[in-house]
């Protein structure tokens, strides 16, 4: 059969339609007739007749039907990856947004008194007696967070900041363009490495609106470096009459020694320094949904409330009822571990994680032929801007070939996506963030 005979021998969309009735059946009429199409247009423009068409129809129907936002493993050791998501959330807060999505809710209606009612009250009580703070509020990111505090204490006027915490998080998020996004002039004080008290205090003046504190998230300076504590700094905030506002970025509300890592300022620490106002986000070291958390005074917290731009960005029924279902775990911390995915896979040990490397091993090496599987130690990291430079002990699978850069582009392209990272010639899979590994197995082999 010669090239011309097999064109020929094309069926019509009606006659693929009619051969393949189960495909119709299955995704509708319409998906079907313009995927055959699609299918008939390419082979006439040149693309290679398919040994099987009803099975090239409906591998192409099966490939448009699978999201790009599909589950998919992060097995990339980053446990807070900004660009998979970030934190998945606790079963308690799963069950309460699917709750909050079928179902009506109170979500600004009094119960008590049959009246209106208002859309932050319900995480008013958890975060204030989590946090110490007098009142909180929540907007749709920290981002929006810290764009509507600043915008609320500061429009037209100065806010006071460091040089050394004028920061980049990624993407778009630079504190300059916020704050004049924000309408607050920018007072740099101080080096890039250095700022004394002194420096604030000699850039005080009637155009003080606030004093802003910002974590650096994701870069540490070491070395010759001087940083006001939060204390003194709330000191030279209240002799000024500014608020001072943190914004802590990742904020943890619990010591996260306890899983072996590093001191962080808890929300309750910077509150209790003397911090107006604290900003921090909900789906970093938090493990919940995307949010912006406010806490801090309650004349402040009033005023972020009555700003316009606080409908603008508002959160909706279904993170707030994750949200509050997350902060709720936080009041029982000795079993956090037990309950919120970010604090299980920061805590999981690492003899833990090798005893799953080498049980998986030899599995995973019967799935690819071609393959060097090996266990391998790994260093993982927070992710998301916590604890940049501090790592957590950790094991996976150092998979070496011909072509790392095709094997990962094959994880990639599987129904249920696997990540690893690409590294000294082989990709890496920590598997400090996989639980399901019969999931995994069964990915592994849909491989082609
Ligand atoms: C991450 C971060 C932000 C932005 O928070 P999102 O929740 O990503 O909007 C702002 N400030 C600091 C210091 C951060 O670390």
Request: charged share 25%.
């Amino acid at each position: 059969m010669d090239g011309r005979e097999t064109l020929r021998d094309l069926p019509s969309v009606d006659r693929l339609l009619r051969a393949n009735a189960a495909l119709v059946e299955r995704h509708g009429r319409a998906p079907v007739t313009e995927a055959a199409r699609a299918l008939l247009a390419e082979i006439r423009a040149g693309a290679s007749m398919p040994p099987d068409l009803g099975a090239a129809l409906a591998e192409r129907l099966a490939a448009a039907e699978r999201s790009n936002l599909r589950p998919l493993f992060n097995l990339t050791g980053t446990i807070l990856h900004t660009n998979l998501g970030r934190a998945l959330l606790a079963e308690a807060a799963v069950e309460a947004a699917t709750a909050a999505m079928r179902e009506a809710a109170a979500l600004e209606f009094d119960l008590g008194t049959g009246r209106r009612g208002e859309r932050d009250s319900h995480l008013r009580g958890l975060l204030t007696e989590l946090t110490g703070a007098e009142d909180a509020t929540v907007v749709n990111n920290n981002a929006a967070a810290v764009l509507i505090a600043l915008n609320t204490l500061g429009q037209g006027r100065e806010a006071i900041v460091s040089r050394g915490e004028l920061i980049e998080i990624g993407g778009a998020f630079r504190m300059p363009d916020i704050m004049e996004r924000a309408g607050v002039r920018l007072r740099e004080v101080g080096t890039t490495n250095r700022t004394h008290a002194k420096d604030y205090r000699a850039a005080l003046s009637p155009e003080t609106a606030l004093i802003l504190k910002v974590h650096p998230s994701n870069y540490r300076i070491e070395g010759f470096t001087k940083e006001v504590p939060g204390t003194d700094l709330a000191a030279i905030a209240r002799e000024a009459g500014a608020p001072l506002l943190n914004d802590l970025g990742s904020g943890t509300l619990i010591d996260l020694s306890r899983f072996g890592l590093a001191r962080e300022p808890t929300v309750r620490e910077a509150v209790a320094e003397g911090a107006d106002i604290v900003t921090f986000s909900g789906d970093k070291l938090l493990g919940g949904p995307q949010a912006g958390i406010i806490v801090g005074r309650r004349d402040l917290i009033a005023a972020i409330n009555a700003n316009p731009l606080k409908r603008a960005l508002r959160l909706d029924k279904i993170r707030l009822a994750a949200l509050e279902a997350t902060l709720r775990l936080y009041r029982d911390p000795d079993r956090l571990t037990g309950r919120l995915p970010t604090a299980r896979a920061m805590a999981r040990p690492e003899p833990e994680i090798r005893a799953l490397a080498e049980s998986l091993a030899p599995r995973v090496a019967a799935c690819l032929p071609d393959v060097t599987v090996e266990v391998t130690g790994c260093a993982s990291q927070i992710g998301s801007g916590a604890l940049p430079v501090e790592t957590l002990p950790s094991a996976g699978l150092r998979l070496s070939g011909p072509a790392p850069e095709k094997l990962a582009a094959a994880f990639r392209a599987l129904p249920r996506p696997i990540l690893g990272r690409v590294a000294g010639g082989a990709l890496i899979l920590d598997l400090r963030c996989l639980e399901d590994e019969a999931g995994f197995l069964e990915s592994l082999a849909a491989l082609p």
